[in-house]
């Protein structure tokens, strides 16, 4: 069966330090993988979507970057992280974008 | 632009009793899908259903159903016989054929004992 790991669960970090949360999928092949942001009382915000190997799109282009170094491996990276950068960030994935996403567990990210 | 509302920010229902959350939406598009999303505290998203909005019949999954009005544009969710564990957030959500979904802002629902 697939599964999808998402780590670290929490995270506080100082403005201005770098930032990194990995995302792996296993059971399966070439999926498309997401980066979705959650602020307190708002809907998710899609980040960045990758639908294979090097390719992302993104779609709140700001201080965020992502990377697909591998088929199900999928990063959120920042050089220097702003206190606007904390929320929960939740990674997912689907193989038909029409079925819906599997989400991850979600990082609590707290910029301090 | 697609949008998606949620007007109810949070609702309660009595255990075992039903409840049934809202949510409408705006697209142009002809084909689209519609979903609802259960988020628990340990804030991991679950889908609950999906709905074709070219298919006329309402989706359901056990006691989870919904009522999907086309014209109206408008999607809700019905819970039956409500349990504890349906304690959460609820999303609605819309895709269009795009991998980017549009969710709402939630609804939290509590459930009394």
């Known amino acids: 069966s697939q599964t999808i790991h998402q780590w670290p669960a929490t995270l506080v970090q100082p403005v201005g330090s770098p930032l990194s949360l990995e995302c792996t999928v296993e059971g399966t092949s070439n999926p498309n993988l997401y980066w979705y942001r959650q602020a307190a009382g708002r809907g998710l915000q899609l980040l960045f979507y990758?639908?294979?190997?090097?390719?992302i799109s993104s779609e709140v282009p700001q201080n965020l970057s992502a990377s697909r170094p591998q088929d199900r491996q999928f990063i959120l990276s920042s050089k220097k992280l702003l206190l606007s950068d904390s929320g929960f960030y939740l990674c997912a994935w689907n193989l038909d974008r029409d079925y819906g996403y599997t989400f991850g567990s979600g990082t609590r990210l707290t910029v301090v | 632009a697609q949008t998606v509302t949620q007007s109810q920010p949070e609702m309660s229902v009595q255990e075992a009793e039903t409840v049934t959350l809202s949510c409408t939406y705006d697209?142009?598009?002809?084909?689209?899908?519609l979903f609802w999303y259960k988020q628990p505290p340990s804030r991991q998203m679950i889908l609950v259903i999906r709905q074709e909005a070219y298919k006329q019949q309402n989706a359901t999954e056990n006691r989870f159903s919904v009522n999907f009005q086309k014209a109206a544009k408008s999607f809700s969710l019905k819970i039956s016989d409500s349990q504890l564990g349906d304690a959460a957030m609820y999303f609605c959500a819309l895709t269009s054929g795009t991998y980017k979904y549009i969710f709402g802002t939630g609804t939290r629902l509590k459930v009394l004992a």
């Open positions: 990758s639908v294979g190997i090097g390719q």
């Open positions: 697209t142009s598009e002809s084909d689209y899908y």
